[in-house]
């Protein structure tokens, strides 16, 4: 399983995009790539997944680089409720597991 | 709320007492699945269901851990015999078969004393 580096910490100015490295250097053709986001003491919650195309839906951007190695979840504007940690998955087609690092912890700043 | 529900949401118990939590995924999934979440880590992968089928279940889940999914609906998790070690959130999670993502519940922290 491709396995995913993150930085472990971030800050950002609230009202400006928030840019989430991830790397997946091993990352293989058929393996997607998901984020999720965790707020203090609540369960994760999915924002975007994608394969080799960019994405975007109503929470965030997923930019992948043309070879896949790497990511950026972008927060196009981001608000103090967005400061959590972030987790970069790499998941191949067909199965099931999510292996979670330990993420970026994201602060956004008033 | 057509969310992932678990119930309890928090649980204190006393060492060496069974506990079990439950789980209702969103109603069209037929993928379940359980982690646990220790303080500053990420979730670690416990076991998944396919219906009502058990397909995995990691190292991490000793012989004191079951899971059930009897009709391929909720499932439960026990813990026999608590130790203070288990204190953590148990985090299920449910997709559909048809792919996409795995939507997680809120969680049950649990507290051994």
């Known amino acids: 399983d491709a396995k995913t580096t993150q930085p472990t910490s971030m800050d950002c100015a609230e009202g400006r995009a928030a840019n989430l490295p991830c790397n997946h250097s091993t990352i293989s053709g058929n393996e997607y790539v998901y984020w999720y986001r965790q707020i203090h003491s609540q369960g994760p919650q999915y924002i975007i997944h994608g394969l080799k195309n960019n994405e975007t839906n109503e929470m965030a951007s997923l930019i992948i680089t043309e070879d896949r190695k790497s990511s950026t979840l972008i927060l196009p504007h981001a608000t103090l409720r967005d400061t959590a940690v972030y987790y970069c998955?790499?998941?191949?087609?067909?199965?099931?597991?999510?292996?979670f690092g330990t993420g970026t912890r994201l602060k956004v700043l008033a | 709320d057509t969310g992932v529900s678990q119930d309890p949401r928090h649980k204190i118990t006393k060492r060496g007492q069974n506990v079990t939590f439950r789980c209702d995924p969103i109603s069209e999934h037929n993928r379940l699945y359980w982690y646990r979440q220790t303080l500053g880590q990420g979730p670690e992968f416990l076991t998944y269901?396919?219906?009502?089928?058990?397909?995995?279940k990691s190292r991490l889940l000793s012989d004191r851990f079951s899971a059930e999914r009897p009709k391929g609906s909720f499932s439960t998790l026990e813990i026999q015999r608590t130790e203070q070690g288990d204190s953590a959130m148990y985090l299920c999670a449910s997709s559909s078969q048809t792919g996409g993502p795995a939507f997680f519940g809120q969680g049950t922290r649990l507290t051994v004393v």
């Open positions: 269901f396919q219906n009502e089928a058990q397909l995995e």
């Open positions: 998955i790499v998941r191949p087609a067909g199965t099931y597991k999510y292996i």
